[in-house]
């Protein structure tokens, strides 16, 4: 494969529909967003609708991936 000369940048936040933000998360090439107040997610790469289904029936598993810094935010 070729080597990439740029680096890919993030969106570290979008808009929600519900009016707050989607704040950004990045494991490589994928990334989520995710609404604290209204428990929304966008998702592409590894965090298929299985992965984002998890997410919300068991908001911990988010949480541990998040402490043990296997996701990233995007800064």
Do not use: N, W
Not at 21 to 31: H, L, W
């Amino acid at each position: 494969m070729p080597e990439r000369k740029t680096k890919r940048t993030f969106v570290k936040k979008k808009k929600c529909s519900c009016g707050s933000f989607k704040y950004g998360y990045k494991k490589e090439a994928s990334r989520i967003y995710v609404c604290y107040k209204c428990g929304k997610f966008d998702s592409s790469g590894i965090f298929r609708d299985e992965v984002v289904q998890a997410f919300v029936t068991e908001p911990e598993i988010f949480l541990h991936l998040m402490k043990t810094k296997f996701i990233k935010r995007i800064e």
